[in-house]
């Protein structure tokens, strides 16, 4: 299984020196801000889908969210934080398309994010649901990657999340 990442080693990376919370908070409480996803963000050199989560680096003057792990920049490392080619994929198929019931899951880590005493997380990740899809897919990448608790101190089941966000990057175009 995957170990969630802790807040300690994201805290060690330089680009994180801005909190990516309280900038994604700007972004989506902005009435005009550039779009950090999915024009902005990085994309896998294998299947061409943008990587959840990501914006290239360089926009920290749009005050976009950081971007995960953006000093790996090669093509392995990309492929790798790929949702449909990298770990979060590996071992999982992604089931039917089925928008309500991935929205409806979104939604359901945004209460357990709530019941966990992290409603930053909660809010933010409703906030992507009303956008749609595609800011839903970088939302849950964000938490998956920067989720600043255990897993068991929320009950979200890692493995869950991960087949959620296959589920739905994988209808994300792939656009080379
Ligand atoms: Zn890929």
Known sequence: ???????????????????????????????????????????CPTCHR????????GNRRTRSPSVPHSLRSSDAELVELCVVDGEIG????????????ERASALAFADACDRGGEPDWA????????????????????????????ADAVGIDPVELRQILVDIVCQWPAEP
């Open 90 to 101: 590996r071992g999982l198929e992604p089931r039917p398309s089925d928008p309500p019931a």
């Open 123 to 150: 809010s933010m990740i409703r906030a992507a649901v009303e956008e749609g899809d595609v800011h839903t897919g970088h939302a849950l990448a964000l938490l998956y990657r920067r989720g600043p608790w255990s």
């Open 50 to 57: 943008a990587i959840a989560g990501s914006i290239r680096p």
């Open 1 to 43: 299984m995957t170990a969630w990442p802790s807040s300690a080693a994201a805290s060690a990376e330089p680009e994180m020196a801005g909190n990516p919370l309280s900038s994604l908070w700007l972004w989506l409480g902005a009435t005009r801000v550039p779009e950090p996803w999915p024009e902005g963000a990085l994309s």
